[in-house]
């Protein structure tokens, strides 16, 4: 291995380490905020009026019919700008990153529990009516425990896709992890070493998302 790269990575780890966190936490924000924004956007589409099915799956369409990079620029820019105007503030790019990337989880993670929760079968909610459970709690302990089997493979797919989302932020200088590796080839010309380093960071990531998928996967096969 070149020893220029080994002792550029030991000198420059702290910086690289800071990075890192970065895009584990602007990941796990986004994937957050977008499945639990999603669900309750799944739930509107599963049982409520046409208004609200309508609204929910112009919102669907929109957001994923707009590229990734599009929706960073236009919360960057366009959002900031509205709230210049009227609210006297703006966000940073950090929060403009989470909530362009929270949109985009949301809206995947709102078609995976809206086709999930229509594929059960009405006569459970029925059934959980009879004995005297309100809506919320046959949600909670009859619905969404065999929902989430089903939509845990197309959520671990959605959430390794927010992970590689995260590299987009560095347009608009959210010192996330990617862009600190493309500096550092850059300044030492070690481009083939620098950008291999990343590839195998971001795989241990997305496949310690596939891990926590398939534990969970485990843990609700029983229902």
Excluded at 109 to 128: D, N
Aim: aromatic share 16%; proline share 2%; with cysteine.
């Amino acid at each position: 291995m070149n020893e220029d790269f080994i002792n550029t990575l030991i000198t420059a780890s702290p910086y690289l380490l800071k990075a890192l966190w970065f895009t584990i936490s602007v990941s796990l924000m986004s994937i957050f905020i977008g499945t639990a924004f999603g669900l309750l956007l799944g739930l509107a589409s599963a049982y409520g009026g046409w208004t609200t099915r309508l609204m929910v799956r112009i919102y669907v369409d929109i957001v994923r019919g707009i590229p990734g990079l599009v929706k960073v620029f236009t919360v960057f820019y366009l959002v900031n700008a509205v709230l210049s105007e009227f609210a006297g503030f703006t966000l940073s790019a950090l929060a403009c990153g989470v909530l362009a990337l929270s949109f985009h989880a949301s809206a995947q993670v709102s078609e995976m529990a809206r086709g999930a929760i229509q594929a059960l079968s009405k006569g459970q909610t029925e059934a959980g009516k009879a004995i005297g459970l309100r809506f919320w709690q046959i949600q909670f302990y009859v619905i969404y425990p065999q929902a989430i089997r089903q939509v845990l493979p197309t959520w671990v797919t959605s959430s390794t896709e927010i992970v590689k989302g995260t590299t987009l932020l560095s347009l608009i200088s959210v010192p996330e992890f990617f862009i600190t590796i493309r500096e550092l080839a850059a300044r030492e010309f070690l481009y083939i070493e620098f950008y291999g380093f990343a590839m195998l960071v971001y795989f241990i990531l997305n496949f310690s998302i596939e891990l926590f998928g398939a534990h969970l996967e485990r843990r609700y096969s029983r229902y």
